[in-house]
């Protein structure tokens, strides 16, 4: 009996630990290198909200957009989720994203004001929201400044004809040993950043018809083309290339279309004596300074989360200025909120900057849920068009073709008024 | 009573698995096929729908597919007789009365065959590569210029073949050594009284000795190579355009990457339709000329 | 005749070579520093030795994680197979029992439909049964094989009909003739099953990469997958991840390679 009484306050304690309510499990899939840096923010937000424990689930990026469609046709699908905000379209038509338009006019934590626009923009589908952006991403030029120099230019000229005369000089000056710019033949995001730089969608009739044949992007399509017809760009696969940065390092080309995760990548991974020999540049476009991808990841909520609110307070948690800070220092992540990029370290760092007015101008591409399919057709017509194989105008009136039949379904199901 | 029905306790459970994992699946497969099943459906069930043969008929339209189909022919009609080959010359050499540690080189050709086909790829992704691969480097020792072998589609599924003949060799070698063990010895002896070569000597006994075995490894071999998916997931993704697509891949990706299960069911059924002739056909074959 | 035994035996060595070079290179590679592999000409050792590579798949990549995934999941599937497919063996071979035949000739037939016709509605099976995304899903195809139920017949013919019919007299129950009397008699077969049935599950990768969501759960051939796909540019990273993928089924081969290799040769032969 003595001891039993001792024992009690224990067991008040535990009690007392427990709460009110039964532990809560969030599942949070993240991707790639996030999700290891996510580990170190979930402690603050679980000292915060006792009983809660978010369980980060490492999901690689190359499968993820099809694990993610085989959870939802396997409804095993998590709480929540960093979700390409190209896929926030597809997994909303689904059915399978919770909307957050109610969780979002209850609460001042995230401030749609404070995004920039064409981001926020592709969380939106019909009228509702359906993710909030987490960090933002865009596509634009990585290059070698002293290779630059070499071909005698100051700075990287922001027009298309302007930059091919550049990247010409480039190969010209190395006798043929040096390309001039890396344009990975298994990425479709080069060619979507140049087609994205005219107001003409590649997507017509509320997205159920291919329109590549438009001479918008006919001509993107052939400008990026001709980058391998005049031996500027090597016809290669990532996997060629083995190691990016040490091909970069050695000069085997001059400029690389990639994201800010890069940034850090290329501090990391290149040779010191390099450091001060790159920089970062928007992209050219057509007559000057022109759009390019919106990309990123959102934070989205999975409808059959058992705990919405707990959810809700994460989306919350990590879309707070000082935990958005603390990311970027973390992974280089680009913030979403534009109010982070005005302090601190994201200010500070000199390779920001192209980011910062590119993102001013980014947009989004049209939101079905065959895109990602549709950009893979795009990706292969690329090669076989690299390839001689056809022409860019009859690549592209293959591409209608192609997205024709993969948008059939969502053609008759918005006939039928049941998709909006 | 409980004895004659003693048998189905103990087959019992394994033909229950089979009903409901296998039997069952390939029947709904079957219908499946002939709906269009997809992530819409799956969504709502009410955006399924009944559409006959479509699925086939889009599928005979579609150019991937024939690409597809083209590939695994290749890979089947180069790769089966180039792997027969190289085991079978593999047997007889190690069969060869006058070879030593015959154990140990046993073991040796057949290690790759065990061997899981993503981290076996995973080397021969490297020893292929166009810079810094072995293999080009010693091709340049024979001033030969170096191949993109994973990154120019004529190169790549030689590639794939060369790199399906090397996992494969040592399994159908030791079946074909087992076979060659059965042929007497005395008919050798007495053919080399008679002074036939060596040449000879294997087309004469060793061929007609393990024919019924040639063609038993030659249909497993088949049946494999026709459901070519992992080489090409790891080592190219099924390019570099397209020329590594095979069938099988072709059904990952409408099924399980973009969920169109109904138009996968189809191509699966055709994949079910091909090896079974082409079974049929080896089977006829080898019955004709049996001895 | 002499020059002949040096032909052979040359050509022995070489092929040897060629079976074996790339898994010592792997081991090689695997040992060196990162980003020293991707140089011309390919170097075959490490200037540096380290065990860095394996350090990082253990730290950053978990793989002892998938490691753990795979053994137990092998292991399990091995039990399962064996016991499921071993009874029905058998059972088709020995026990007279009702329609015996005609489900015989029924799995003979189903013999030539390939595992993928099933798998797209499995998978909408296993979601019916809340089983996508478990180590139970993941089990589910190699359970039972008709290949292997085959193979087991096979070998239960083989056993003398006298011996069973005397050991009936003897009043043994059904359950200590298949215990004390088959079993014992088929162990070589029951070897090569066990081993092909490990192998199987160890290798196969398109069933798991298709049910497995949680990356916790992965099996090595599909955690290396990702891993080798995330990592392109790792090429050392790779190969270490390679050797730890191969070494345990390697070791399982070198040690029960005397059986496994008879039990082929056998059942290929009468096969």
Known sequence: MKRFLALAPLLVLLSACRGEHQDIELRFWAMGRESEILEQLMPAFEREH??????????????????????????????????????????????????????????????ATDYFPGIWRTNQIGTRQYGVPWYVDTRLLFYRKDILAAAGYASVPTDWAGFKVMLAKIRAQSHGERYGILLPLNEYEPILALALQSETPVLKEQGTRGNFSNPDFVAAFSYYISLFDDALAPPVTNSQISNVWNEFARGYFAFYITGPWNIGEFRRRLPPALAGHWGTAPLPGPHGPDASIAGGASLAVFKRTQHPAEAWALVEYLSRPAVQERFYALTGDLPARRSVWETGSVKDDPMTAAFREQLERVRPAPAVAEWEEIMTELRLMAEHVVRHELTPAEGAAELDRRADRMLAKRRELVHAGRLP | MTRRWLGWLYAGPALLVLAIFFVVPVLAALLLSVTDYDLYAIASIHNLRFVGLRNYADLLSNPLFWQALWNTVYFVVVGVPLSLAASLGGAVLVHSKVARFKGFFRTAYFAPSITTVVAVAVIWRYLLHTRYGLI????????????????????????????????????????????????????????????????????????????????????????????????????????????????????????????????????????????YATALLQHRWTREHRP | MRRHTLLVNALLILTAGLTLFPLVWMVSVSLMPAGTSATYPPPLWPAHPTLANYTELWTHAGMARHLLNSLGLATVATALALTLNVAAGYAFAKLEFPGREAVAKALLAALVIPAQVAMLPLFLELKALGLVDTYAGVLVPSLAGIFSIFLVRQAALAIPHELIDAARMDGASEWTIFRRVALPLMRPMLVTLGVFAFLGSWNDFFWPLIVLNDSDRYTLPVALAALSREHVQDNELMMAGSVVTLVPVLALFLALQRHYLAGLMAGAVKG
């Not at chain 1, 990026?61 to 960093?82: E, F, I, M, N, R």
């Not at chain 2, 590639?159 to 087992?178: C, H, M, P, S």
């Not at chain 2, 099988?248 to 409408?254: K, M």
């Open chain 1, 50 to 111: 006792p009983g809660v424990h978010v369980r980060v689930e490492q999901l690689p990026w190359t499968a993820a957009h099809a694990k993610l469609l085989t959870a939802v046709a396997g409804d095993s699908t998590p709480d929540l989720c960093q979700l390409g905000n190209t896929w926030v379209a597809e997994l909303a038509d689904l059915g399978a994203l919770k909307a957050l338009d109610g969780d979002l006019s209850r609460s001042d934590a995230v401030p």
């Open chain 2, 136 to 275: 080009n480097y010693l091709l340049s020792m024979l001033h030969i210029a170096p191949i993109d072998w994973l990154g120019d589609p004529h190169w790549s599924m030689p590639a794939i073949i060369l790199f399906a003949v090397w996992k494969n060799f040592g399994y159908n070698l030791v079946i074909l050594l087992a076979a060659l063990g059965t042929i007497p010895a005395d008919l050798y002896e007495a053919a080399e009284l008679d002074g036939a070569g060596a040449f000879a000597q294997f087309r004469h006994i060793t061929l007609p000795g393990i024919r019924g075995t040639l063609g038993f490894v030659g249909l497993l071999t088949m049946a494999g190579y026709f459901q070519l998916f992992a080489e090409p997931y790891v080592m190219t993704q099924g390019g570099p355009a397209q020329s590594t697509l095979s069938v099988l891949y072709l059904l990952y990706d409408e099924g399980f990457k973009w969920w169109n299960l109904g138009r996968a069911s189809a191509v699966a059924f055709v994949l079910f339709l091909l090896m």
